[in-house]
Each structure stands twice: as C-alpha cells, then as structure tokens.
C-alpha cells in the first residue's frame, strides 16, 4: 500500500495517473495547500522542502519519496512499468522526464502566475514566459512528429509528465495552434481511462484563495 499525500495541480496529478495506469493499491491524502498544511511539522518531516507531491511506501519499511519526477522514477522501478528497461528507450525517457522537470513546469508555472495570479500585470513578463512555454511545446511537438510518444513507440512515465503540464496550456494563456502533433497526443491520452481518473484526484479546489494559494506550489517545481 502506497500514502500520497498531494493537491489538485500538474505534479500532484502526474502521480496519481501514473498510480491509476499501473493499476497501484494507494490511499489518497489530501493536502490543503490553502490551510498550509504542507508547511506543518508533520509533512515537513516527509519533504523539507514543503511541496506536494509526497509518498510513503508502506510495504518498504515506511519509505518516503518527494519530487514528483522521484516518485514517478521510484514507481517505476518499483512496479517494473512505465520505465523501459532498454537502455535507450529508458535514457530516452529520462531525457523527457527531465525536460518536463527542468523546462515545461517551471516556465508554465510562471506564466501561470505573471498571467493569471500576479496582481500587477508585468507584460513583459507574460510575454517572456508564455513565449518560453510556445517553444517548449513547439519541441515537444517537432519530437511528436516523428514518434507516437516522447520515448518512441512506448507509452511512459515522461509522457504522463508533460502531459499533465501540457494539457493546461490555456490556463497559462499559451496557444498550441498548429502543433497537431502535440495536439494528437495530447487528444490520445485524454482518451487513456487511467489519465481521466487521475486528473480527479484529488478534486480541484474552487476556491478562489485556495486556488492563488496553491498557485504558489506550482510556481516553484
């Protein structure tokens, strides 16, 4: 049995589809990011660094994982799925996991917050980051072009990465007019049961100061 203890955001929600489509027995725990609950002493015993997501591996001596791009790792070796064992395959999906870690969340994480939190518009600061976010979908694009997924003719965890990013380009104000080929995929993983189960939980808060708030988990990962 696995704990995750996550909110309703792209990295929260890339675990729990990767949990969904490997078919995991876990127990769901809600963070209010609003109530700062990820800055109590209890959760910052599990991540220092105060963000969602976190898992307990209750069936390894209690073993704790954050980052969601660790967890995911950690998850696939753990359940030998998602996680190619060809070298190649495997670097290559690393390659866009890190993509995704390093550029995709980051830039979209601040477009979000210069386009829809920040209360002074700065434009161009929108226009640096939404610009940034075209590019990267631009790259993910060109590379959708010549495969069915980010690793090749297999279905990993780097695709439910930048998926669960990608799949909010409006809400960052980025357009991916033209970009058919990231628009199939994207289209094709909305189709996958698991990706629709795991964008649910947990629910999306509608508050509207919970939603500023927890705004400021995704602006640092």
């Known amino acids: 049995m696995i704990d995750v203890y996550s909110s309703a955001t792209p990295n929260g929600y890339k675990v729990t589809v990767m949990l969904e489509e490997i078919g995991a027995d876990y127990t769901l725990h809600s963070v209010n990011l609003s109530a700062g609950e990820q800055k109590t002493p209890a959760f910052l015993a599990m991540n220092p660094n105060g963000r969602i997501p976190v898992i307990v591996d209750r069936s390894n001596d209690d073993f704790t994982v954050f980052e969601s791009g660790a967890i995911m790792i950690y998850l696939g070796e753990k359940f030998a799925r998602l996680y190619p064992e060809d070298p190649a395959t495997r670097s290559r999906t690393l390659q866009w ?118 705004a400021q988990n995704i602006v640092v990962r």
């Not at 209360?119 to 939404?130: F, L, S, V």
């Not at 998926?163 to 991916?176: D, I, P």
């Not at 628009?183 to 649910?200: T, V």
């Open 97 to 214: 996991l890190m993509f995704q870690m390093g550029g995709v969340g980051p830039m979209m994480g601040q477009a979000n917050v210069f386009y829809r939190y920040f209360p002074e518009k700065i434009q161009p600061a929108i226009d640096r980051y939404q610009n940034e976010c075209r590019r990267l979908f631009e790259v993910l694009d060109s590379r959708l072009s010549a495969s069915e997924y980010l690793a090749g003719d297999v279905y990993t965890i780097a695709d439910i990465a930048n998926w669960c990013w990608a799949r909010t380009y409006s809400w960052s104000g980025v357009s991916v007019d033209g970009l058919t080929h990231l628009q199939r995929w994207l289209d094709q993983l909305y189709e996958r049961p698991a990706c629709q189960r795991g964008i649910k939980q947990p629910e999306r808060s509608r508050t509207p100061d919970d939603i500023v708030k927890g």
